[in-house]
């Protein structure tokens, strides 16, 4: 890749995209967006609420356009919202931005979203398993498109934060051996 100005982190709901994302980007001293943090700022309401009230499609709309201003931002990294990747869009990704997938099995999914305080529509109810089996399966192609892909389950947020990092370093001494 060409030097890379961005870092975006995707992956499905509970993989620890803005945990890891925070530390990452304090590490670097960069900047960090989280897309549903910046959907809630322009409209005014929680996720929970746009989905409820406005429907997905909408907020499908909302996330399309905030992620579009945000993938043009430098020396940030990016915490995707879960659903932004699946319709194509990795392949719309600029040569300068390093893309990592933090993968998390359904089940574990799961279980840290039901903690984290954050309510997930496309989760909710007592199939809350299945739904994440159905959407992860859906997903996992257009996950598998990022340049570098991680398991979030045996691994803490700061080592997942140092790995990407050294990443990052060894690509930039790659590019100036050239
Ligand atoms: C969604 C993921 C959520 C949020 C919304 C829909 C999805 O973000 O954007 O509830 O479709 O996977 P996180 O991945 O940050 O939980």
């Known amino acids: 890749m060409e030097s890379c100005r961005r870092i975006l982190l995707v992956g499905f709901m509970g993989s620890g995209k803005s945990t890891v994302g925070s530390l990452l980007a304090a590490r670097l001293g960069w900047a960090f ?77 799961l279980a840290r979203t039901r903690l984290d305080g954050r309510a997930r529509p496309l989760l909710q109810g007592a199939d809350g398993l299945a739904k994440a089996r159905r959407l992860l399966s859906a997903r996992a192609s257009s996950y598998g498109r990022a340049h570098l892909h991680l398991d979030t389950e045996a691994t803490s947020p700061e080592e997942l934060a140092e790995r990407i990092h050294e990443h990052l370093e060894a690509a930039d001494r790659n590019l100036s051996k050239r």
């Open 33 to 109: 967006f989280d897309f549903d943090a910046e959907i809630e700022r322009h409209a005014g309401l929680s996720v929970e609420e746009i989905f409820r009230t406005l429907g997905e499609a909408h907020f499908r709309d909302l996330e399309a356009r905030v992620g579009r201003t945000l993938l043009e931002t430098d020396r940030a990294v990016l915490a995707s919202g879960g659903g932004w990747p699946a319709p194509g869009r990795m392949a719309t990704l600029d040569r300068d931005t390093l893309s990592v997938w933090l993968g998390v099995s359904p089940e574990t999914a």
